[in-house]
């Protein structure tokens, strides 16, 4: 088990900057009912459904919402949705994982190839990009449950695959954290036995980790940004993996 990973996965996800709360708790509004549509309604043996509400309330999604979430379920509204997963390629020749739930595969395909094409990114076919990558569990603490050599020991007992710890920050915008990977299969029981030692998680998920880096820069960096924030606005898109590098002095220039 390494102690940091020389690629860190860089990762978009709905309101991860907080610029769009409504959409963060529509995404796990729809996790949630789809995984009580999935197996019964109730999270201490639907495990799936657990996963849904722990990661909602670490980012403080009501309760009632969370409750109103489960019952779309039995009331059939999730019958529609489905779980499809888009490749391609942006500037710069990065490969791109898109995550889609959807109620209409047709206007999903549409839209997400309307944006890959706009902005100079290509759809590629399935696993034509999915083979650059794992796809392992991932389990994030804040860096305040520990030191990393404490979350490396928990992780180690617990059955963890690696840990990536970030260096701390006087940055009151970044959020440094412990991210844990694991085994896709083994998920549910290293979560639950890094709970016993460390607590509730601030997320608990699956992930797609780049076994390798594409280093990228100037303006094929400035396009690539744009294509993942129009891929970031799609109601339908969940979650977005690439395989890119972007430097911090580049980052610091693109975000000015």
């Known amino acids: 088990m390494a102690g940091h990973s020389k690629f860190k996965n860089i990762q978009f996800r709905k309101g991860a900057q907080d610029k769009k709360r409504s959409k963060l708790f529509s995404k796990?509004?729809?996790?949630?009912t789809l995984a009580a549509k999935g197996g019964i309604p109730d999270p201490n043996t639907n495990s799936r459904l657990r996963l849904a509400i722990a990661n909602a309330r670490a980012e403080s999604m009501p309760r009632d919402a969370i409750e109103r979430a489960i019952k779309k379920a039995a009331g059939g509204e999730a019958d529609l949705m489905e779980d499809i997963r888009?490749?391609?390629?942006?500037?710069g020749g990065v490969g791109l994982i898109v995550e889609t739930l959807t109620d209409n595969r047709n206007r999903s395909a549409a839209n997400v190839r309307a944006i890959f094409s706009k902005r100079g990114g290509a759809m590629g076919e399935s696993?034509?990009?999915?083979?650059?990558?794992d796809h392992l569990g991932e389990i994030?603490?804040?860096?305040?449950?520990g030191s990393a050599d404490d979350v490396m020991e928990a992780a180690i007992e617990a059955g963890a695959e690696d840990v990536e710890s970030d260096p701390p920050s006087t940055d009151p915008d970044d959020a440094p954290v412990h991210t844990v990977y694991s085994a896709f299969e083994d998920l549910n029981a290293v979560a639950e036995a890094l709970?016993?030692?460390?607590?509730p998680a601030k997320s608990?998920?699956?992930t797609w980790r780049p076994k390798s880096g594409v280093p990228i820069e100037g303006d094929a960096a400035a396009s690539l940004l744009k294509l993942l924030d129009a891929l970031d606005e799609d109601d339908d898109v969940q979650n977005v993996y690439g395989n890119y590098e972007i430097s911090d002095?580049?980052?610091a220039k693109l975000s000015a």
């Not at 888009?86 to 500037?91: A, C, N, R, V």
């Not at 709970?195 to 607590?199: M, P, R």
Request: glycine share 12%.
């Open 195 to 199: 709970e016993a030692k460390l607590g």
């Open 204 to 206: 608990t998920g699956f």
């Open 28 to 32: 796990f509004s729809r996790d949630i």
């Open 249 to 251: 002095e580049d980052m």
């Open 86 to 91: 888009y490749e391609g390629f942006g500037p």
């Open 140 to 145: 994030v603490y804040p860096l305040a449950v």
């Open 127 to 133: 696993n034509s990009v999915a083979f650059m990558f």
